[in-house]
């Protein structure tokens, strides 16, 4: 029993993770149609930027919430500035495209980062400083519950909580949720949807940083590879529970999370990452729109 | 026997350049050219799902995975021919691992094809992956280790000969595929498939039709993989050496597939001929350079090389200027 709800204190964390990339990749699919494959990256250079700001600093040596936020915003502007620069330099200029040179060009980017990573950090992997030192916090059913886990849940879901603030209780927010139900109306009625599209890509690729700056500390190997099964899982859960819809890729990640813990756990290591896949295949085949997604006809 | 007029005569002039790279060139180049022509095969097969028939496909390694791993296994544990004999098993080998492919191309298509274009790739991308999860946890078929020792025709000349036959079988084949009425149905999809299905197009099946025979292609590809490189793991058939496919057929232009031959043929010697600028600067610059420019050219000239048309027009529209 204790074990059963250790797990699932994994899986929660687990999926509150995925949550905070599957956001990114659902947000760029409800405004642009595209599915950004460079997220993936967007996220693995977050965790380096937190591993080198850590370093240069010398933050490594004073673990503490303080090092933590300031590697997290350090980790947050690195992400940022990069999505800015995808976003203007690979993607706008498609932005009139057929769907297939997006996509091709969304698997270049990615491609692209991860070589350069390679290149420019060395294809081994690195060990995540302690920014945080691992103790145990307080008791639970019997459980110990740990501080990295703690901060895990604790950060992500404060930050898909300031998401829901973001997008539902402000101006900007609304003019989000407008330029992805009709870009062109909200064009006519005043919004800048350049302007718009390119704040969803910071923000997802914010989202991606914390998500990298909590999977560095709580495990500890990073290397330029890093973002392609995270990615992927994040992406299957975005769809699982409905790719454009918020709630659903929260929805998803935590299903994703929890059943991939559930299955490591109780049935066979080999098999997580085919978990991922397998579905990926089964919500495609039987529910496209996802669990929480509408499913629009296409009219001639 | 008029229609195979053509094929004879270049199997007999690609049989005359074998010769020449038999004895006038060393065995890298000997390499690189059995590598062209199974590059070649794999990109002419993808550029009939991507190219001609509009469907973004990532996943044709697993399918010459599969081909490989069939053709691999009947030639170590089934070969009922005399070693001296053995093209002709091999010959047979490749050809049911061709059909296995294509039979899990089937069963992944048939499902999938519903489904519009990112879906579709990220399904493809799913499948090829399970496939190679599957091979992994295989331990009959070696598993993580691979399989080692293929036997394999052991002479350049036999290995290019028999390769070159199923390049022209490959290209022909499809070649004339596209050019018949099916073809016309399979472009019908691409541009639109509302309008295909009311004109009574059957686009599922045509979709499917096409993931078939592409997957044949793509298995026949994996076992001649097999038997030159005669050592295979399911690390030899990732998602990378799907995307280079992928890279291949753009590069060619989607939907030309003499577009596709020259751009396999680029797309090959491209890693060793950026060997020198490695050497210089001493980082693996080869992959960096791919990606940037797989970037560039979907923004500056998506088309490809020859965008949608076959090398003669080309050669009338840009040298010759006529057209």
């Known amino acids: 029993m204790q074990d059963f709800v250790q797990h699932l204190i994994n899986g929660i964390g687990l999926g509150s993770i995925y949550a905070l990339i599957a956001l990114g990749y659902t947000m760029v699919y409800g405004i642009l149609q595209m599915i950004n494959f460079a997220h993936s990256d967007v996220y693995m250079i977050g965790a380096f930027a937190a591993y080198y700001v850590a370093k240069w600093t010398g933050l490594e040596q004073h673990p503490g919430v303080g090092s933590l936020m300031i590697i997290l915003v350090s980790s947050i502007v690195v992400c940022g500035i990069l999505g800015i620069l995808i976003e203007r330099l690979a993607y706008r200029p498609l932005r009139k495209a057929p769907k297939l040179n997006i996509l091709i060009t969304a698997i270049g980017v990615s491609l692209f980062l991860e070589y350069s990573g390679q290149v420019v950090f060395g294809a081994d992997p690195k060990v995540f400083p302690d920014i945080l030192m691992d103790s145990n916090l307080f008791n639970l059913a019997g459980v110990e519950i740990k501080t990295l886990d703690f901060t895990v849940l604790t950060v992500g879901i404060l930050s898909v909580l300031f998401l829901n603030f973001v997008i539902y209780k402000t101006k900007i927010g609304k003019a989000m949720r407008s330029v992805s139900i009709n870009p062109s109306v909200a064009a006519m009625l005043g919004v800048n949807t350049d302007r718009i599209i390119t704040f969803t890509f910071v923000i997802g690729s914010a989202l991606a940083a914390i998500g990298s700056v909590l999977v560095g500390m709580k495990y500890p190997k990073i290397d330029p590879l890093m973002g392609m099964m995270i990615g992927l899982k994040a992406f299957v859960a975005a769809v699982l529970g409905g790719i454009g819809s918020l709630s659903g890729a929260v929805l998803g990640a935590m299903i994703m999370g929890l059943s991939e813990e559930m299955v490591v756990a109780y049935l066979s290591s080999t098999y997580r990452d085919a978990l991922a896949f397998g579905i990926l295949i089964l919500i495609l085949i039987f529910r496209p729109a996802g669990l929480l997604g509408k499913y629009n006809v296409e009219k001639v | ?323």
């Open chain 2, 1 to 323: 026997m008029q229609s195979f007029k053509k094929p004879i005569l270049s199997l007999m002039a690609l049989l005359i350049l074998g010769l020449g790279l038999n004895f006038g060139f060393n065995a890298f180049i000997q390499l690189q050219a059995k590598f062209i022509i199974i590059n070649m095969i794999l990109a002419m097969s993808l550029n009939l799902v991507n190219g001609y028939t509009g469907q973004f496909s990532l996943g044709h390694a697993g399918f010459m995975a599969i081909g490989a791993y069939v053709a691999a296994y009947l030639a170590m544990n089934w070969n009922f021919l005399p070693p001296e004999l053995s093209i002709l098993s091999y010959l047979l080998f490749v050809l049911v691992g061709g059909l296995v492919a294509a039979f899990a191309g089937f069963l992944v298509g048939k499902p999938s094809l519903r489904l519009r274009g990112d879906y579709l790739a990220i399904v493809t991308l799913g499948f090829s992956e399970i496939i190679r999860v599957a091979l992994l946890n295989m331990d009959f078929l070696g598993g993580a280790r691979g399989l080692a020792g293929i036997p394999g025709l052991n002479s350049f000349y036999l290995d290019f000969v028999f390769s070159s036959l199923w390049l022209v079988f490959c290209f022909f084949a499809l070649w004339r595929l596209i050019k018949s009425s099916h073809g016309r149905g399979l472009l019908a999809v691409k541009e639109d498939e509302i309008a295909a299905e009311a004109m009574g197009i059957d686009t599922a099946f045509m979709k499917v039709k096409a993931f078939v025979v592409s997957s044949f292609f793509a298995g026949v590809a994996g076992g001649l993989y097999a038997y030159f490189v005669q050592f295979i793991s399911p690390g030899s058939f990732t998602f990378l050496h799907s995307v280079n496919v992928v890279i291949m057929v753009v590069l060619g232009g989607m939907g030309s597939m003499t577009g596709s031959l020259v751009a396999a043929a680029i797309i090959t010697i491209l890693p060793e001929a950026l060997r020198p600028l490695q050497e210089i600067t001493g980082v693996d610059l080869r992959m960096v350079i791919y990606s940037l420019s797989l970037i560039i050219l979907m923004i500056l000239r998506p088309k490809g090389l020859f965008g949608e048309l076959e090398l003669p027009e080309v050669w009338r529209k840009y040298v010759r200027r006529s057209a």
